[in-house]
């Protein structure tokens, strides 16, 4: 069983603890030290180590791979040295705050032959999975995105969740020909809601909307086909009934996205051949977002 570090333990990390520990062993915890955070790794997971030192993780060659769960900020200079430390690299979305930075890391990880595996967590939704399946014999016309939440104003809008959305349009469309920001509004920073357009062909568009200052949180994507339209709604999937002129379930997931994720993250680091694709990817929509954000 492999054996990993992992990097933070905020609300996400300890998500990456408890689904990691189901399919490898969790050597490490590498934290600031918050009184609240070891007091729930000491009670949850007591054989996992704690340290405060990067050191103690670089320097130990039992470690196959670190996950890493810290702020936006703190990616870059993180991931070069674990991968400059010949370990596999699991890190949550963005990569990276600039094209060149993940560019380099993206050098880095061929050079040292390891895996750089960024996060994008709904790509590994079983009811994106169903959908590529069915969006196999229906052609896609358009889709809609739409996500209401409230919070992360520390964070970067574009980086920190409307990545999530471009990993997906990207992986049904491909590269969009245009982007076009058509509304934003800012509360706490200045843009905590927008409306962006993305165009990629004379036939295909998507619409992308994020607003992080409602009161409740919902997340669907409308998926519209030549023959049909669907509803992706948490963990379901509906198609709609011409007939009854409503919405039924056709799909619901089984499995986490995380989990799943994760699993495929290790999957990865046991295969012959290190794997980039997801930091490729991450490349893409750094580029995009950068566009937007002139």
């Known amino acids: 069983m492999n054996q990993i570090a992992i990097i933070g333990i905020g609300r996400w990390g300890k998500n990456l603890i408890r689904e990691f520990s189901k399919i490898s062993t969790v050597k490490f915890c590498l934290t600031t030290g918050n009184k609240e955070n070891l007091k729930w790794l000491k009670k949850n997971y007591p054989d996992v180590i704690h340290t405060t030192r990067i050191s103690d993780v670089l320097n130990d060659s039992s470690i196959d791979a670190v996950i890493i769960a810290t702020p936006i900020k703190t990616h870059y200079l993180l991931?070069?040295?674990?991968?400059?430390?010949?370990?596999?690299?699991?890190i949550e979305k963005p990569l990276a705050k600039k094209s060149s930075e993940i560019n380099?890391?993206?050098?880095?990880?061929?050079?040292?032959?390891?895996?750089?595996?960024?996060?994008?967590?709904?790509?590994?939704?079983?009811?994106?999975?169903?959908?590529?399946?069915?969006?196999?014999?229906?052609?896609?016309?358009?889709?809609?995105?739409?996500?209401?939440?409230?919070g992360t104003f520390d964070e970067d809008i574009f980086e920190n969740l409307l990545s999530h959305d471009l990993s997906l349009n990207l992986e049904?469309?491909?590269?969009?020909?245009?982007?076009?920001?058509?509304?934003?509004?800012?509360?706490?920073?200045?843009?905590?809601?927008?409306?962006?357009?993305?165009?990629?062909?004379?036939?295909?568009?998507?619409?992308?909307t994020i607003d992080r200052t409602a009161h409740y949180k919902k997340k669907t994507i409308m998926i519209i086909t030549k023959k049909n339209s669907y509803i992706w709604d948490d963990n379901e999937l509906l198609k709609f009934n011409k007939e009854t002129e409503l919405y039924k379930t056709i799909f619901q997931t089984k499995n986490t996205p995380l989990y799943l994720e994760c699993k495929e993250f290790v999957k990865q680091i046991n295969a012959k051949h290190s794997s980039i694709d997801s930091a490729i990817l991450a490349s893409k929509i750094s580029n995009i977002i950068s566009k937007i954000s002139k």
């Open 79 to 90: 991931v070069k040295k674990i991968l400059e430390s010949k370990k596999h690299v699991f």
């Open 104 to 150: 380099n890391l993206i050098k880095i990880a061929k050079k040292n032959k390891k895996t750089l595996f960024v996060g994008h967590v709904f790509l590994h939704n079983e009811i994106f999975k169903k959908l590529k399946l069915i969006l196999k014999t229906e052609s896609i016309k358009h889709a809609i995105f739409e996500w209401k939440k409230l």
């Open 172 to 208: 049904l469309f491909g590269i969009p020909k245009k982007v076009k920001l058509i509304r934003k509004r800012g509360l706490l920073t200045p843009i905590d809601d927008f409306t962006l357009e993305l165009y990629f062909t004379k036939t295909q568009t998507s619409v992308i």
